[in-house]
């Protein structure tokens, strides 16, 4: 069955745990594909290989400039490596690993939430609800960007998709503390 990588980790601005995709930043000299192979071998442990990428997307554009790039990173779960996957975390990160299966990911996430005590992260979510959205309407989803192995229904390899911000954190957090003093 097709699975889905997500990781949980405390996020201090929303004083929650949240269920979310794999992310990070990209460093310098990275491309958006690079940054998510390696975030997804950092935060999960696992080898995977980038097969598609959004353009440049804003996730909050009424309130931030904040914007990212949806990376679609695959996973043999046969390959060696991925057998037993070790964590490189960074100092003060504490992330939990999560495989859900995709055939109703919704009814997962929401049960995962649950008992993982925490909230879903809207993009999350998104994916979720259009992968429900096309099983119901039996339609294949509009393309907005080359994602069509990710609605794929008969795809075999497992599916992590990560989140890349390319956003400048430092004139965002700058911009916050200044409206809070």
Do not use: C, Y
């Not at 996730?59 to 990173?73: I, Q, T």
């Not at 907005?144 to 390899?157: G, I």
Request: aromatic share 6%; charged share 25%; hydrophobic share 45%.
């Amino acid at each position: 069955a097709e699975k889905l990588v997500l990781v949980s980790q405390f996020r201090p601005p929303v004083d929650s745990t949240v269920l979310e995709l794999p992310a990070g930043l990209i460093d310098e000299g990275e491309t958006a594909s690079e940054a998510a192979v390696r975030e997804l071998r950092e935060e999960t442990g696992l080898i995977g290989s980038a097969v598609s990428e959004s353009p440049v997307i804003f996730s909050d554009p009424g309130m931030s400039n904040a914007n990212m790039r949806l990376v679609e990173v695959l996973v043999d779960l046969d390959d060696a490596r991925n057998i037993s996957p070790e964590q490189a975390l960074e100092e003060g990160e504490d992330i939990k690993v999560h495989m859900v299966e995709t055939s109703d990911l919704q009814q997962e996430l929401l049960d995962l939430a649950e008992r993982e005590e925490a909230v879903v992260d809207a993009r999350l979510w998104s994916v979720a609800f259009g992968r429900a959205t096309s099983a119901r309407d039996a339609k294949p989803l509009p393309t907005l960007f080359p994602f069509n192995r990710f609605f794929d229904k008969q795809m075999l390899a497992f599916t992590g998709a990560v989140f890349v911000s390319t956003a400048i954190v430092g004139g965002l957090v700058k911009a916050l503390l200044s409206r809070s003093s």
